[in-house]
């Protein structure tokens, strides 16, 4: 089944700390543009974090600037979101999203959404609160 399954995701307070995993299967997830992306009640969807394309570069939400940073390990094939000092204005349903394989996105371009995705995850929720 071709999918990604992101995981991770639940209840954390102010100043606390989560991964997300997001898994590929039945897809690599090697040579895509890679990123992550959430969606809080009543707002639209907005990319946080994403890998270009050659993975040369990174582009961040300033939002999450210095609290935020995406890995990911091909011999796995995931990709994952690791969360520092988390806020509750961070409280939103995390998506990951590959675009298009072999197709040269860059990071900045691809969080805007300049570009479609091949694959999205179903998301998991992220609440930050005490």
């Known amino acids: 089944q071709v999918q990604l399954v992101e995981s991770g995701g639940g209840l954390v307070q102010p100043g606390g700390s989560l991964r997300l995993s997001c898994a590929a299967s039945g897809f690599t997830l090697d040579y895509r543009a890679i990123g992550w992306f959430r969606q809080a009640p009543g707002k639209e969807r907005e990319g946080v974090l994403c890998?270009?394309?050659?993975?040369?570069?990174?582009y961040a939400a300033d939002s999450v600037k210095g609290r935020f940073t995406i890995s990911r390990d091909n011999a796995k094939n995931t990709v994952y979101l690791q969360m520092n000092s988390l806020k509750p204005e961070d409280t939103a349903v995390y998506y990951c999203?590959?675009?298009?394989?072999?197709?040269?996105?860059?990071?900045?371009?691809?969080?805007?959404?300049?570009?479609?995705?091949?694959?999205w995850g179903q998301g998991t929720q992220v609440t930050v609160s005490s």
């Open positions: 890998i270009s394309t050659n993975g040369a570069s990174t």
């Open positions: 999203a590959a675009g298009g394989r072999f197709k040269n996105y860059r990071s900045t371009d691809y969080c805007r959404r300049r570009y479609e995705s091949d694959y």
